[in-house]
């Protein structure tokens, strides 16, 4: 099962939603990614490092070991709250519920992306992803 199947199944099974599969495809390749079908978890994981609260998060779901939560009110602010809420009423669903749902279920796609470091040696390695957030601010 790929990422964003996964990510489909967990964000149908946590918000009860009674969307197509390929609604919530498009749903969230709209949001995380490049609204063509695929999920930018790196960019996403590279944002997050760029963000002195979300750096340590990003790093737990990115390394081995438990994943540390992310509030629903930091994925609003990282994602933007209208990015949000269009990718709510996608799904026909509220902005709380969405953001409710995304903050657990981000944590374990970028997990599973990242298992064996698949992710971590696209971007380079865990300093590849804070070299690029760094380079953000330069």
Do not use: C, R
Request: aromatic fraction near 2%.
């Amino acid at each position: 099962m790929d990422i964003i199947q996964l990510g489909t199944q967990l964000l149908s099974d946590k918000l009860g939603l009674s969307a197509s599969p390929e609604t919530i495809n498009q749903a969230m390749s709209s949001l995380l990614g490049d609204g063509q079908g695929n999920v930018d978890l790196q960019g996403l994981a590279t944002k997050m490092a760029s963000n002195a609260d979300l750096g340590a998060i990003v790093n737990s779901w990115l390394g081995d070991g438990g994943n540390s939560p992310i509030s629903a009110d930091a994925l609003l602010g990282l994602l933007g709250e209208n990015q949000v809420a269009d990718f709510a009423g996608k799904l026909g669903t509220d902005t709380s519920s969405a953001a409710t749902g995304l903050a657990e279920v981000l944590p374990q796609l970028m997990d599973k992306a990242s298992s064996g470091g698949s992710l971590l040696e696209a971007a380079g390695g865990l300093g590849g992803v804070m070299g690029a957030a760094k380079s953000l601010f330069s």
